[in-house]
């Protein structure tokens, strides 16, 4: 079974092309144009163990939002496409993710029904170059597109660049954990209606 897929998204603000491997290694080639964005989409792929290709090349003179939110979109839709039918998957994960000072929870179900809980905040208005307030709407594009039920919450930390990673590598290895393949499943789908 192969768990890849690629998609191409072009609209009049931005043009992406973005391929995943659900089974990889964690490889990265991540082209944004967005330097901190870089960074966290390299931490999903390295910690989920799947690898990501992503381009994008968007209205970044007007500023960074569309690019943002169509990387989470594209990324989402390869996912869900890569899962399929969700036959034999774990389904289910959470994880509670520490750097230094930070923590926070991360709890997903991969269940086709999107919804995204956000209790992050950040105490500067950006990181490097790029706005604070768009990490929730990547988040938010990803859950929606990739059919993910998504909650994340930083319960403490004061750093704003470790409060961003530890949600990018809590969800990278919540991930990796729900879109293992349960040998006990025998390729089923983890529900019992049939179908997510």
């Known amino acids: 079974m192969t768990r890849q897929a690629t998609i191409d998204r072009n609209t009049n603000e931005t043009q992406i092309s ?15 144009g967005i330097g901190f964005l870089d960074h966290m989409l390299e931490q999903l792929a390295r910690h989920s163990l799947i690898d990501i ?19 989470g979109i594209a990324i989402g839709q390869a996912f869900a496409k890569a899962i399929g039918d969700k036959k034999g998957i774990t389904r289910y994960a959470s994880t509670h993710l520490a750097m230094d000072e930070t923590l926070t929870r ?16 950040f105490s500067q208005p950006k990181i490097g170059e790029m706005d604070t307030e768009l990490f929730r709407e990547w988040f938010q594009a990803f859950a929606q597109h990739a059919g993910i039920t998504l909650h994340i919450e930083t319960l403490y930390g004061n750093n ?18 729900a879109l293992e393949v349960d040998p006990r499943q025998e390729g089923r789908v983890p529900s019992t209606k049939g179908s997510l």
């Open 18 to 32: 973005t391929t995943v491997d659900l089974d990889g290694t964690g490889i990265a080639k991540i082209e944004t």
């Open 53 to 71: 290709t992503l381009q994008v090349k968007g209205d970044l003179h007007i500023d960074f939002h569309h690019s943002t939110e169509d990387a």
């Open 106 to 121: 991360v709890a997903l179900d991969v269940s086709g029904r999107p919804y995204l809980v956000w209790k992050v905040e």
């Open 160 to 177: 704003n660049h470790h409060i961003a990673e530890t949600c990018f590598k809590g969800l990278a290895r919540a991930l990796r954990t």
